[in-house]
C-alpha cells in the first residue's frame, strides 16, 4: 500500500513537471477552470516551477499538555522554485495577495477555563476582570497558527514528499492564543524565536516520550490534461519539535497571566512533548501552464 501510493504521489509530481514544457507566453487577465486555485499564484515570477494550494482539512496540534483538534481549513498558497542542487529543497515564494498561509482559529478545548484559573490569581482587579470575562461568556479560546518568518523562510521538499521520506515541509510558526482576556498578542513562538515544523509524509524519529508515527503521500488525481495534480489525504506529521514559553499574554498583567498559561500547558515543551498532524489536500500546477491559461483568457 505504500508503495503504490508513493509511486502515485511520484507520478503526480512528474507529470506537472513534464507539463510545465513549452507552456509560456505574457500574463494577460484571468484564469480559467480548475485554474483558478492558483489566482494568487506568482507565476510571473521567472523563479516560480511549480504553483501551490494546500488546505489543511483535519488532523491536530498538540502542545505540551494541550491538544487542539483541527476543525477548521487552513490554506497554503503560492509557489516554490527548482529545488537547490545541494540540499534538495525549493524555496517557497509568496502569493500576489501576501497571504501565505490563512488564519485558520482553532477552538481550544475547555476554552478559557482550561488555560486559566480565575480563583488563583492574586490580584484583586484582575481577578474581578477575569470572573466577568467568564461571566460575560467569553470564554473562549481559539489557537491560531501563522508565520513567524517571510515565505521565503518555508522549505519544500517535493523529492521527500514523494518518497515518503525526509522533510517535505519545513515551516516556521508561531501559534496565536486568542481570547480577550489574553490580549491581543499572546503566542507561543515569535518571528525571532519560531517553532519549527518539520513535516514529513514519511515516518518520524522524535526523541522520547513521544514515540515514531507514520504520515503518507495520499492518493492523486490529474486534471486539465494532466498539467494539474490533486493530491487528496496527503498526512504530513512532525512529533520532534520544540516549543517555548508564552509571549505577551495577559497585556500588562503578563508577569502574572504567562507563568499561569505556561504551567496549565505545560510550557516550554521539550522536542520528544509535541505533534502535529495534518491532513492534506494540495493541488499543484507548473507556473508555465498556470501563466499560459492566464494568457489564453484576456
Known amino acids: 500500500m505504500t508503495k503504490n501510493r508513493t509511486r502515485a504521489v511520484a507520478a503526480a509530481l512528474a507529470v506537472v513537471a513534464l507539463a510545465a514544457l513549452g507552456f509560456a507566453g505574457p500574463a494577460a487577465a484571468k484564469l480559467t477552470g480548475n485554474y483558478t486555485k492558483f489566482a494568487q499564484c506568482p507565476f510571473t515570477n521567472a523563479e516560480a516551477r511549480k504553483c501551490i494550494y494546500s488546505v489543511t482539512e483535519g488532523g491536530e496540534v498538540i502542545l505540551g499538555k494541550k491538544k487542539v ?19 534538495g529543497f525549493s524555496t517557497f515564494i ?21 488555560l486559566i484559573n480565575c480563583k488563583e490569581i492574586s490580584d484583586f ?13 467569553l470564554t473562549g479560546v481559539n489557537s491560531t497558527l501563522e508565520l513567524a518568518k517571510p515565505a521565503s523562510a518555508i522549505l519544500v521538499g517535493e523529492a521527500h514528499l514523494a518518497e515518503e521520506e525526509g522533510v517535505a515541509l519545513r515551516l516556521p510558526l508561531k501559534i496565536h492564543l486568542e481570547n480577550p482576556f489574553l490580549g491581543e498578542s499572546c503566542y507561543v513562538g515569535s518571528d525571532s ?27 492523486s488525481e490529474f486534471l486539465e490534461e494532466g498539467r494539474i495534480a490533486v493530491l487528496k489525504s496527503t498526512n504530513l506529521v512532525d512529533n520532534a519539535w520544540a516549543a517555548p514559553k508564552s509571549n505577551g499574554c495577559g497585556g500588562i498583567f503578563s508577569f502574572l497571566i504567562g507563568p499561569i498559561i505556561d504551567a496549565s500547558a505545560g510550557l516550554p515543551a521539550a522536542a520528544g ?22 494568457a489564453e483568457n484576456p
Request: charged content about 15%; glycine content about 10%; some cysteine.
Open 69 to 87: 483538534p483541527i476543525v477548521n481549513p487552513a490554506v497554503l498558497k503560492g509557489a516554490y522554485t527548482l529545488p537547490d542542487e545541494e540540499t
Open 94 to 114: 509568496a502569493p500576489t495577495d501576501g497571504i501565505t498561509l490563512s488564519k485558520a482559529p482553532q477552538p481550544v478545548p475547555g476554552g478559557l477555563a482550561g
Open 125 to 137: 482587579l484582575l481577578r474581578i476582570s477575569c470572573e466577568v470575562t467568564f461571566e460575560n461568556g
Open 193 to 219: 524565536a519560531p517553532v519549527i515544523w518539520e513535516l514529513t509524509s514519511g515516518t518520524t524519529a522524535p526523541p522520547a516520550p513521544n514515540k515514531p508515527i507514520s504520515g503518507g503521500g495520499g492518493s
Open 273 to 294: 512533548t509535541n505533534t502535529a498532524i495534518l491532513t492534506n489536500t494540495i493541488n499543484l500546477a507548473s507556473a508555465a501552464a498556470v501563466k499560459k491559461n492566464d
